[in-house]
């Protein structure tokens, strides 16, 4: 399923959310429905929870699963476990610091972990 089909499942292409070529990813918010829940499980409908579509490379992905959320890891592990330079891991890293998919430990050199926002992302990344 490509990532305009997941944003339509979702309901939130309609919304103006841009899905580009990657992997997408559906988190977040609650569509708005006239009928409550109830009477629409009755009919056969399901309740939807769509949100923001997050879009993850594969670089992104490989490097996301390369980090772990209970054991900090350096970026040249990263890099090792991912198939990636030590540097392009760093970068990778960064850009996922600012989705808050990865977090740093604060201190010098840094070591990362995997947030519970980037579980959630990695559920529905091939």
């Known amino acids: 399923m ?57 670089l992104d992905a ?9 054991y900090e890891r350096s970026p040249e592990k990263i890099g090792e476990l991912a198939g990636c330079a030590a540097d392009v891991a760093l970068s990778t890293l960064r850009r996922l610091r600012v989705r808050t998919l990865v977090e740093d430990d604060g201190e010098r050199p840094q070591r990362w972990l995997r947030t519970r926002r980037g579980d959630v992302a990695l559920e529905h990344a091939p």
């Open 2 to 58: 490509d990532g305009s089909a997941v944003a339509d499942r979702a309901g939130t292409h309609d919304r103006g959310i841009r899905v580009a070529g990657g992997v997408a990813v559906v988190v977040g918010a609650r569509r708005a429905a006239a009928r409550p829940a109830a009477a629409r499980e009755r009919e056969g409908g399901a309740v939807v929870s769509a949100g923001l579509v997050l879009v993850l490379s594969a």
């Open 62 to 70: 490989r490097v996301l699963r390369a980090t772990d959320a209970r």
